[in-house]
């Protein structure tokens, strides 16, 4: 399936176009509580819209809950609308995305989670603005949300967008805390898309794009924010999408996702913390423990080519580059920094953080002593 792509300063305004050529009549708006207005998308979007019929939809929580798709999707089967249109950050074009395609299918969310499959049913059109530059979500096929406090992926390719428009217009007011959490997750992606064992010469021009992009622009964006920075993450950001699209992400992400579920500790920032600890348990692989099928050579070169994307020139070296860009831009590298206050909360993550279909894209096999240990070290 194959997706228009907008990209740049004023992109946004291709969307009258966009909604004439999809046939839009009712338009199911999907979009952020407060972030639809403070990105500026309201002040666009309000004149673009008038003359079609449009219901809102924002009823659903920063770490959408599978009850929240259920309510989206009882609002949605109550018209019958032509397109579907998402404005916000990755928990607003993954809510959309999950609430388009499940719609009308007999089968529950339990026969669609980590299942990647092709469908043979439709869904409407669905046009993603991302109001943040960070999650990618307009560039994937899957999407995420929580059930008792476990995330869980659907992965389907009629998940991905028709078209998605990246306006760096849109994120220019982006507080400073969450340019910085939306940074590191698009950082993160790019990395563990470039070490993952799904990646291909393509996903990795992607990453490594990201990589280069995201070193240059991310401190800036943060502190001494400028037009040209931002569009550079925002660009960043989907080549960041796109590569995990094509390889999914790998062992800082299933990590990631019980600190966000038991210690609510934002995704960025989550996945952050143990990326340059996996940067350098990764680089350690050996023909005993590698799990890319290309061997432990290949996985070892691919690490020194992260390092050289980093600016470093070793893996300590580029440990250290990534612990001072996230110090710099105002992040945690300690667990014990993060709300976690005794070592038994590592046994919540350790039980928790195995989620087969991201730890097994991890080069390096990741057992549970391997991640105890990781654990303790940044605690």
């Known amino acids: 399936m194959t997706q228009r792509e907008y990209i740049g300063s004023g992109s946004i305004m291709h969307l009258p176009k ?12 999907v979009m952020g509580k407060g972030s ?24 659903f929580s920063v770490n959408p809950k599978v009850e929240d798709v259920g309510h989206g999707i009882t609002i949605f089967e109550t018209e019958q609308f032509d397109i579907v249109l998402a404005v916000g950050g990755g928990s607003s074009i993954d809510m959309a995305k999950l609430i388009n395609f499940l719609s009308g299918r007999p089968e529950s969310f339990e026969n669609y989670k980590f299942k990647s499959k092709t469908s043979n049913g439709s869904v409407r059109p669905l046009i993603a603005i991302p109001t943040t530059a960070g999650s990618g979500s307009e560039a994937t096929s899957f999407a995420v949300l929580y059930a008792n406090k476990e995330k869980f992926s659907v992965d389907n390719e009629l998940l991905l967008p028709t078209a998605a428009i990246v306006d760096p217009d849109l994120t220019m007011s982006l507080p ?49 924010p400028t037009e040209s920075a931002r569009a550079a ?34 995704h960025g920032q989550a996945v952050g913390v143990t990326l340059s600890s ?41 440990k250290a580059t990534i612990d001072s860009l996230i110090f710099e831009i105002g992040l945690q590298t300690r667990l014990s920094r993060l709300g976690l206050r005794e070592k038994k909360d590592i046994d919540i993550i350790v039980a928790n953080g195995f989620n087969p279909a991201r730890v097994g894209n991890n080069p390096r096999m990741l057992s549970k002593e391997d991640l105890r240990e990781i654990l303790e070290q940044i605690f």
């Open 176 to 224: 400073k805390y969450i340019t910085a959490t939306t940074g590191m997750d698009a950082l993160s992606q790019a990395i563990e898309s470039y070490w993952s064992v799904n990646s291909n010469d393509e996903s990795k021009r992607y990453a490594g794009e990201a990589i280069t992009a995201i070193m240059t622009n991310l401190e800036t964006t943060v502190n001494n």
């Open 278 to 318: 996996l940067l350098v348990f990764n680089a350690n692989v050996t023909d005993k423990d590698v799990v890319d099928k290309r061997g432990f050579g290949y996985v070892r070169k691919t690490i020194n080519d992260i390092c050289k994307l980093l600016g470093a020139d070793s893996v300590g070296s580029a």
């Open 233 to 266: 993450m925002a660009e960043a950001a989907h080549l960041a999408g796109k590569a995990i699209n094509i390889t999914r992400t790998t062992a800082p992400h299933a990590i990631s996702y019980p600190l966000t579920s038991y210690f609510g500790i934002p």
């Open 18 to 29: 966009l909604l004439v050529e999809c046939g839009a009549r009712k338009i199911f708006l």
């Open 36 to 59: 639809y207005s403070a990105s500026g998308a309201k002040a666009y979007l309000d004149d673009i819209l008038k003359g079609y019929m449009v219901c809102q939809f924002c009823d």
